[in-house]
């Protein structure tokens, strides 16, 4: 029988360190840096999400996030939210999201919703309404009829 190593929540994880999961096809043990490649969504999941394990922050978390954009862009994008780099109007280099999410609500809006960018930055719910409700306030001509009735009905 072959040695397993579950999670152990109070242990950091460094690339090397042996992981044995439960996969389709029985209890998998490779090293996390072979489980990044693997399923990265599973570990982040189970790093973020669960808090079942622990990784070193250099070694293993950045990695996992650069190669959660490559294996699963969608994943990537709902975690990333407005921390996503974007290129925006009025400036040289990418910004995060937040910044004209915050500064300016109504360019922020025309870009997002107008410009069809909602592919590029996913808002949960709450940041809609917050922001479709601040634009209602500002510039209420500018919405679209499904977002005035998405505000009413929140």
């Not at 242990?11 to 044995?20: E, F, I, N, V």
């Not at 840096?33 to 622990?54: F, Q, S, T, Y």
């Not at 070193?56 to 978390?61: K, Y």
């Not at 975690?79 to 360019?107: H, N, V």
Request: proline letters at 6%; one cysteine or more; hydrophobic letters at 35%.
């Amino acid at each position: 029988m072959k040695e397993t190593f579950p999670h152990d929540p109070e242990k950091t994880y460094y690339s090397q360190d042996l992981l044995t999961l439960d996969c389709e096809d029985g209890p998998k043990t490779l090293k996390i840096g072979e489980w990044l490649n693997v399923d990265p969504v599973r570990i982040h999941r189970m790093v973020v999400k669960e808090k079942a394990i622990k990784v070193d922050q250099m070694e293993v978390f950045a990695p996992l996030v650069s190669k959660l954009r490559r294996a699963d862009y969608e994943y990537y994008k709902r975690i990333t939210g407005l921390k996503m780099l974007i290129d925006f109007p009025g400036y040289t280099s990418e910004i995060e999201a937040k910044i004209p999410y915050d500064t300016d609500p109504i360019a922020f809006y025309k870009w997002w919703r107008k410009g069809k960018h909602e592919h590029v930055v996913y808002l949960s719910p709450a940041y809609q309404f917050k922001l479709f409700q601040k634009v209602s306030v500002m510039e209420p001509k500018i919405m679209l009829k499904k977002d005035i009735e998405f505000v009413k009905n929140f």
